[in-house]
């Protein structure tokens, strides 16, 4: 038993040194996690978020071709979010999840939880962070 605590402490030391077990801020739909030695804003799938500069807030101008690369964080009416989320209804009344009034979107370009592959992709699209 000595033995199998002596493995597993480093195993804890690690995860709680990275922030894995750090505290959410926001709701299983959107929040702030860290990951892989940043914090960073994810979907309820844990997958990264990020922002556009050509968004404002409270509007989205990423639809057709940019939508299907980076698709919007959607979800459902009248879902409540965390402090500093909230709603932004699209242009075809969908509702997107947004954070200090900005929309949030998926990056096509991510296949795996805590990548983060879009940041800084063509200029203006950034990891969504609590911090912006």
Known sequence: ??????????I????TATGAFAESH????VHSR????????????HMSLYINENDTPGRS???GECAKAWPPALLDAGVVLGENYSLIAREDGSMQAAFKGQ?????TLDKRIGETNGDGVGGGWYLARPDF
Do not use: E, T, W
């Not at 929309?103 to 990056?107: E, G, K, R, T």
């Open 61 to 63: 101008n990423c639809y």
């Open 1 to 10: 038993m000595r033995l199998f605590k002596l493995a597993v402490l480093p």
């Open 12 to 15: 804890i030391l690690v995860f």
């Open 26 to 29: 926001g709701n299983n739909f």
């Open 103 to 107: 929309p949030l979107y998926l990056s």
């Open 34 to 45: 860290a990951s892989g030695g940043q914090v960073f804003i994810m979907y309820q799938d």
